[in-house]
């Protein structure tokens, strides 16, 4: 069984700022990992995905993130915040093996990033 | 191109009332998804579909039914809603089904039920 925990529900972060957001995951196989953001009232858009190439993953609006097998840790950064970084952040793991199964995503609880002028 | 289409955005029903949500993508997808979400709890898979004319019980099945005649089309119904299924629904819809390929997901519908 897959299962994603997000270590904190809300993170403050000064414009300019460096942002960390932690995620921790367990998967019974190889996983294939991603963050996703959702802005207020908006669906969800990908940030960054991981499939098992490279561990250290670039994605859109200059978020990164690596995956550490040892630590079972798919952690999000970003150098410096901007206002429009405010949204819910979630990290979501997928290990299911075969594709009849579809692609059965599991969210962690998400974390909500406020961005202060 | 418009990706992922919900309708509709918004609908308050009373306890025992029947709807149905309808989504649609344009984008030949063969995999399609229907999640609630709900505050702390990041998204849950309800029902999801494999290709035209099959459907599977996702993690919270329960109370939902779903059909997919079309492959450009996935519907969610309620046939008698609770209070326990004020949510917010995401459709979403990917090429295949294997992990790598990327969900794209829909703008959401709020539904409250008192």
């Known amino acids: 069984a897959q299962s994603v925990t997000q270590l904190d529900s809300h993170v403050s972060v000064s414009e300019g700022t460096p942002v960390l957001l932690r995620c921790n995951y367990s998967?019974?196989?190889?996983?294939?990992l991603f963050w996703y953001v959702q802005h207020p009232n908006k669906g969800l858009q990908l940030l960054l995905k991981?499939?098992?190439?490279?561990?250290l993953v670039k994605g859109i609006n200059g978020f990164e993130a690596e995956f550490k097998k040892s630590e079972t840790s798919f952690h999000l950064t970003k150098p410096s915040a901007h206002m429009s970084d405010a949204a819910e952040y979630f990290c979501?793991?997928?290990?299911?093996?075969?594709?009849?199964?579809?692609?059965?995503?599991?969210f962690g609880g998400g974390t909500r990033v406020l961005v202060k002028p | 191109n418009a990706g992922v289409t919900q309708t509709p955005k918004f609908r308050v029903l009373k306890t025992g009332q029947s709807m149905t949500l309808l989504c649609a993508q344009d984008?030949?997808?063969?995999?399609m998804y229907w999640y609630r979400q709900d505050p702390g709890m990041g998204l849950r898979l309800i029902h999801y579909?494999?290709?035209?004319?099959?459907?599977a019980k996702g993690e919270v099945p329960d109370g939902y039914n779903v059909s997919r005649l079309k492959k450009q089309n996935f519907l969610l119904g309620l046939e008698s809603a609770a209070p326990s299924q004020t949510s917010v629904y995401f459709c979403?819809?990917?090429?295949?089904?294997?992990?790598?390929?990327?969900?794209?997901f829909g703008p959401g519908t709020r539904l409250t039920v008192t």
């Open positions: 979403a819809s990917s090429y295949g089904g294997l992990a790598y390929y990327e969900q794209y």
């Open positions: 579909s494999v290709g035209e004319g099959t459907t």
């Open positions: 998967s019974s196989y190889s996983p294939s």
């Open positions: 984008m030949n997808h063969e995999y």
């Open positions: 991981y499939t098992s190439a490279a561990t």
């Open positions: 979501v793991v997928s290990d299911y093996p075969g594709e009849a199964a579809g692609n059965k995503l599991t």
